[in-house]
């Protein structure tokens, strides 16, 4: 069982930049990729960002990133504390939404459907 509690969220004027956090439960965090997705009013939830998991003698670390944050957004996590971490810069309102980690067992995935734990959100607000 993995929680998962997001924060960082807020009010940012488009070309700012913000940074969210989460923060995971549970000693296997190593063991699980995790994701962001976000899902803005009357759309669908959405991939953002992931990173693999690390264990044995894979140290981990390998991104993939949604082609409308590639460049602007940095996924990356820190074994050690439990916590992954997505940097946003140049903010356009386009990236309001609501913001969500998760984690799956999995190597990397972008679907929603592959990830078991989820956060509760963060809202992000930019405006124009």
């Known amino acids: 069982q993995v929680q998962l509690v997001e924060s960082g969220g807020g009010l940012v004027q488009a070309g700012g930049s913000l940074g969210l956090s989460c923060a995971a439960s549970g000693r296997t965090f190593s063991r699980y990729a995790m994701g962001w997705f976000r899902q803005a009013p009357g759309k669908a939830r959405e991939f953002v960002a992931a990173i693999s998991w690390s264990g044995g003698s894979w140290s981990g670390g390998s991104t993939f990133y949604a082609d409308s944050v590639k460049g602007r957004f940095t996924i990356s996590r820190d074994n050690a504390k439990n916590t992954v971490y997505l940097q946003m810069n140049s903010l356009n309102p386009e990236d309001t939404a609501v913001y969500y980690c998760?984690?799956?067992?999995?190597?990397?995935?972008?679907?929603?459907?592959?990830?078991?734990?989820w956060g509760q959100g963060t809202q992000v607000t930019v405006s124009s």
């Open positions: 998760a984690a799956t067992p999995s190597f990397l995935r972008i679907d929603t459907a592959s990830y078991d734990y």
